[in-house]
């Protein structure tokens, strides 16, 4: 069955510095989300594609953030210049689109900023 | 904004028992209502999911009911075993849009 897969698993960063997290959503979805679950917290939205262009986004998502869909395949989630209070757990997710609403969601990377 | 409020946060349960977690939520637009099963180190995974047409859903030992004139909707789980033991989270969502608003979770333990 098909699944979304994101990488790396762990990032340690220290702050103040920029991060990349991947992410391949199921082949032939449609719309494309990030979302974050602060340790012992709930799963909060960060940010929704579709067509190339963000769709919808949390207040979360500032200017210290970014996502792009470099090619085909890939959906990424920058975050320019890392705070401690970024640490958590980043979920990437992927739905059909249309009626087919269902998000599937990815493992998650694990973010520690330092 | 949606806001969606759950309960229990924990829940304990012999095995071979019922479970039932409740959740509230507060924008009648929303129209898509799907849990999710949270173990350890993994990411959430989708059990069942309700459209706001439906009343009631089942799906063998898991089902789910709403009520749109309260906007609540309830997920219950008979003849619990040990593997059901993870994080609940309830989601309520409007189809056209992006983001799912997540309850707090409940953390589900099923005692052998």
């Known amino acids: 069955e098909p699944e979304v897969t994101q990488t790396p698993s762990h990032q340690v960063t220290q702050m103040g510095q920029e991060v990349i997290l991947r992410c391949v959503p199921i082949?032939?979805?449609?719309?494309f989300y990030w979302y974050r679950q602060i340790l012992g917290q709930k799963v909060e939205f960060l940010v929704s594609?579709?067509?190339?262009?963000?769709?919808?986004k949390s207040e979360i998502f500032d200017d210290q953030f970014s996502v792009e869909r470099p090619d085909g395949s890939n959906f990424t989630l920058k975050i320019r210049s890392t705070k401690l209070e970024d640490s958590a757990m980043y979920f990437c997710?992927?739905?059909?689109?249309?009626?087919?609403?269902?998000?599937?969601f990815g493992p998650g990377t694990r973010l520690l900023v330092l | 904004g949606e806001n969606v409020e759950q309960h229990p946060s924990t829940l304990s349960v012999q095995e071979g028992d019922s479970a039932v977690i409740k959740c509230t939520y507060s924008?009648?637009?929303?129209?898509?209502f799907p849990w999710y099963k949270q173990e350890l180190g993994k990411g959430p995974q989708l059990i069942i999911d309700?459209?706001?047409?439906?009343g009631e859903k089942k799906d063998q030992r898991i089902a789910v009911t709403l009520n749109k004139t309260a906007k609540h909707f309830s997920l219950h789980i008979t003849e619990t075993q040990p593997e059901d033991s993870a994080v609940y989270f309830c989601?309520?969502?409007?189809?056209?849009?992006?983001?799912?608003?997540f309850g707090d979770g409940t953390t589900l333990t099923v005692k052998p």
């Open positions: 594609f579709y067509n190339n262009e963000i769709s919808e």
């Open positions: 989601a309520a969502r409007y189809t056209n849009a992006g983001k799912s608003t």
């Open positions: 924008d009648s637009a929303s129209n898509y």
């Open positions: 309700i459209r706001s047409n439906v």
């Open positions: 082949s032939n979805h449609l719309y």
């Open positions: 997710a992927s739905s059909p689109g249309g009626t087919r609403e269902t998000q599937y």
